[in-house]
């Protein structure tokens, strides 16, 4: 989680990315930044759905 001036402090840093995921909503000033890149987990929590529900393995997603 990024709170405060995190996102303020990132943007001035030397870091080229840094990559975030959307299981907690992004404040609008993460979205802002520019080298905050933010990956949605939405298509991997969806096949794990499937998958148990499929009764097939979950274990092989996080190869």
Do not use: Y
């Amino acid at each position: 989680m990024l709170s405060g001036g995190a996102s303020n402090r990132i943007s001035a840093s030397r870091l080229k990315e840094l990559v975030i995921t959307d299981s907690i909503q992004p404040t609008s000033a993460v979205e802002a930044t520019q080298n905050i890149r933010v990956l949605s987990i939405a298509p991997l929590i969806g096949e794990a759905i499937a998958r148990t529900a499929g009764e097939e393995s979950v274990s092989s997603l996080f190869d």
